[in-house]
């Protein structure tokens, strides 16, 4: 059946509640504001009965793109862990300083969410929004490539803290930290390798950055072939 609209919050809550009463890790997507109060809500609800057991959890907010400090605060609380696909920026940020006015200021809010402790990730999306280093460019720079328009960069993050988020966050949102998410003995070797070190360029020159090669699990699945 398809919908017609969007969820309710009481419908929210409802269906978040089932989702923890059966011990499973609960997520969904969550574009503006409003959809993200409506599950931090629900989880809300579901964190007053058992706050130690629910921190444990991990829950998700996949997307959560807008967040004011107070849903930010809210979801540290409650070790909530978005997933934040801040490589939109990098793509189509002009509209959304355009549409969204001042509300910029808390679009993939990063920095607030590291600030407050979350463990934010960054989503790719793939495929039908930006992918792997795009999305670093978009939560270090914030500046729309497509357009050529820097954007509010009040919510920009460090280097490393955009490697951070995408890849021990991501690691850590999936309860895989033990086995992928950093370059530790006994972990799975799954890394790339980029054209130039992405540590020491100037940070603006991420987005041209392209890789060499990859691997998983120690076995080499691509390598960017030489040019001509």
Same mark, same amino acid.
């Given at each position: 059946?398809?919908?017609?609209? @969007?969820?309710?919050?009481?419908?929210? !809550?409802?269906? &978040?509640?089932?989702?923890?009463?059966?011990?499973?890790?609960?997520? !969904?997507?969550?574009? @503006? #504001?409003?959809?993200v109060e409506f599950m931090v809500e629900g989880y809300e609800r579901c964190f007053r009965k058992d706050p130690e057991n629910f921190r444990g959890m991990r829950h998700r907010i996949e997307h959560c793109s807008l967040t004011d400090q107070d849903l930010i605060d809210r979801m540290a609380r409650m070790n909530i862990c978005p997933s934040v696909n801040a490589g939109m920026i990098q793509?189509? @940020?002009? %509209?959304?300083?355009?549409?969204?006015?001042?509300? %910029?200021?808390?679009?993939?809010?990063?920095?607030?969410?590291?600030? !407050?402790?979350?463990?934010?990730?960054?989503? $790719? /999306?793939a495929p039908s929004g930006p992918i792997g280093i795009q999305t670093i460019d978009g939560a270090v720079n914030r500046y729309d490539r497509n357009q050529d328009v820097q954007?509010?960069? $009040?919510?920009?993050?460090?280097?490393?803290? !955009?490697?951070?988020?995408?890849?021990?966050?991501?690691?850590?949102s999936s309860f895989e930290e033990h086995i992928k998410g950093s370059l530790e003995v006994g972990k799975l070797a /799954?890394? &790339?390798?980029?054209? #130039?070190?992405?540590?020491?360029? /100037?940070?603006? #020159?991420?987005?041209?950055?392209?890789? /060499?090669?990859?691997?998983?699990?120690?076995e080499f699945e691509y390598e960017r072939a030489e040019e001509a």
């Open positions: 059946m398809v919908r017609e609209r @969007g969820w309710e919050r009481e419908e929210t !809550a409802r269906y &978040i509640e089932r989702i923890v009463g059966a011990e499973c890790q609960c997520t !969904a997507h969550a574009i @503006g #504001d409003l959809a793509a189509i @940020g002009a %509209n959304y300083m355009k549409f969204y006015g001042e509300r %910029n200021a808390y679009m993939a809010a990063l920095r607030s969410m590291f600030d !407050a402790g979350v463990m934010c990730s960054l989503a $790719s /999306d954007c509010d960069k $009040s919510q920009a993050v460090s280097v490393t803290e !955009a490697i951070r988020a995408a890849t021990y966050n991501g690691a850590y /799954d890394m &790339i390798v980029l054209s #130039d070190d992405i540590l020491k360029i /100037d940070p603006m #020159d991420i987005h041209t950055l392209r890789v /060499d090669c990859t691997v998983i699990d120690g």
